[in-house]
């Protein structure tokens, strides 16, 4: 699910809204992945651009990806995982995935983060 989740976020103007609207039409992010354009443009904010680019996804691309994480040592926490900071939770559009160097510790809770660019 994990990997879902990252080869969708290499998806440009794919935000938590837009995941929570295909998670709810589709129950999962492996039938995200599975949908069709016409199925996925029946999502309300999904358009024909945004279902084109999530209907040709495929697993060249998260390949990719992982080598990049790999080669950077960085690794991925989905928006669903326990490790994900509760306080980024609850802002108006949090990030799906924050990818980390280092670790996450319980003094990390109040510290301040700049979430920014994938590059």
Known sequence: MLEDYILLNTVESFGFK???RLLDAFDSSANILKASKS???AVEGIDEKLSGEIAGLDNRRLSHELHLMEKRNV???????????????????????LYVKGTLKEADADAIAIVGSRK
């Open 18 to 20: 837009k995941l929570e």
């Open 75 to 97: 690794r991925a926490i989905s928006i669903f995982d326990d490790e994900y900071p509760e306080n980024l939770k609850h802002i108006y559009s949090p990030p799906v995935l």
């Open 39 to 41: 199925e996925l443009q």
